[in-house]
């Protein structure tokens, strides 16, 4: 069961429906069937429950239908909300944290991506252990409430503070690691184009379209978490290393982001981002949106920068068979790509690839991209 509340103090750039669409995606990645959706508008969540009391009771009673065993919250919850939510619903509680979480637990293959959601998760239980124990509060309080509940839960609170430091000093020797590597890659003097876009644009596939890589592209949401970098050769026959990057996604956990640096910081390195825009989605514009800010955040505004306009096959009328070249020019007349920095592609048909490569070969030589490689 996924739970939305829309309020007015929320600053979602899209709506409640397509923000639990997202949400139900994500779901699918983690392995679980969606039953239902709730949708409640509040002028600002509960704080004790994130949602209403009527909604709460409509959704105890939604469980006799729908035979949920876990619900779903598109939000984050505080550490009282989730435990509350919890004691009423007599069900599993997560929040859109826990769930992004979970899937890139599912979805690291790397030693360094496992070291990096492995610190995030930490850090997102570490406020959230005194649920654990709260069958224990019970107790009552005086004298003789000092027994094995609050003994426990202050060794957890040891034992994953020791933990969440060892991690963060393996994650940072991969780092150090990375900047020696980094350090080997800019004396090569070959230039570095790294790939970023929000989560199942097809930034995957086209880095195999474009390199022959074989890296795991399915459609659904955080299917490639660990870095990826190949070489490819441009029309001028000289050579680029394309890597690719985690997808973002709306509230994405500031935890993930911290986590993730030792990665997100090969973006500082690149001589040009390649931005990945699934042109087929809805939301694309506010899905750029998203990849903006988390590009302010990390202050990588002002690097140079390409846009592929991805999956364009999936606007054709298929009763007909397109070539691409028929497909191109039909669809230059209809989408926004008179830009010198913007080309249509299909990563799937390997349509518009050699534009690409040209694009980025007439980019990297202009001295305001070659000066940051």
């Known amino acids: 069961m996924l739970v939305a509340v829309a309020s007015k103090v929320s600053a979602d750039i899209v709506s409640p429906e397509d923000s639990l669409d997202e949400l139900a995606r994500l779901t699918a990645s983690a392995g679980a069937e969606v039953v239902g959706k709730v949708i409640q508008s509040l ?177 659904r949401l955080f299917t490639t978490l660990d870095p990826t970098t190949r070489r490819v050769f441009l029309p001028d026959r000289s050579t680029v290393l394309l890597s690719d990057t985690v997808g973002f996604i709306r509230k994405l956990p500031p935890a993930i982001i911290s986590a993730f640096r030792a990665t997100l910081e090969e973006l500082t390195e690149a001589s040009l981002l390649l931005h990945v825009v699934d042109l087929t989605s809805h939301n694309a514009a506010e899905e750029c949106q998203t990849v903006e800010g988390i590009l302010s955040d990390l202050s990588l505004l002002e690097k140079p920068r390409l846009t592929a306009l991805n999956k364009i096959d999936l606007l054709l009328d298929n009763s007909r068979p397109w070539t691409e070249e028929e497909a191109l020019e039909y669809l230059s007349d209809r989408e926004e790509t008179t830009s010198e920095d913007t080309v249509l592609v299909s990563s799937t048909r390997k349509w518009g690839l050699s534009s690409l490569l040209e694009v980025i070969s007439k980019t990297l030589s202009q001295p305001a991209a070659s000066a940051h490689g």
């Open 43 to 219: 002028p600002v969540p509960s704080k004790a429950y994130y949602i209403g009391k009527g909604k709460l009771n409509e959704l105890i009673t939604l469980r006799e239908s729908t035979s949920y065993d876990v619900v779903i919250f598109d939000d984050e919850l505080s550490p009282l909300q989730q435990r509350n939510l919890e004691d009423a619903l007599k069900v599993k509680v997560l929040d859109r944290v826990a769930l992004i979480l979970d899937v890139f637990g599912r979805r690291a293959q790397t030693r360094e991506g496992q070291l990096q959601v492995e610190l995030a998760q930490h850090q997102y239980l570490s406020p959230r252990l005194a649920g654990q124990w709260s069958h224990l509060e019970r107790l009552g309080g005086g004298i003789g409430t000092r027994g094995p509940g609050e003994s426990q839960l202050e060794t957890d609170r040891r034992l994953i503070q020791r933990r969440i430091h060892r991690l963060k000093q393996q994650i940072e020797k991969v780092r150090k690691q990375r900047m020696l590597y980094r350090q080997r890659r800019r004396k090569s003097g070959i230039p570095i184009v790294s790939l970023i876009g929000y989560t199942n644009a097809g930034k995957s596939t086209l880095l195999n379209a474009l390199s022959q890589a074989n890296v795991a592209s399915e459609d």
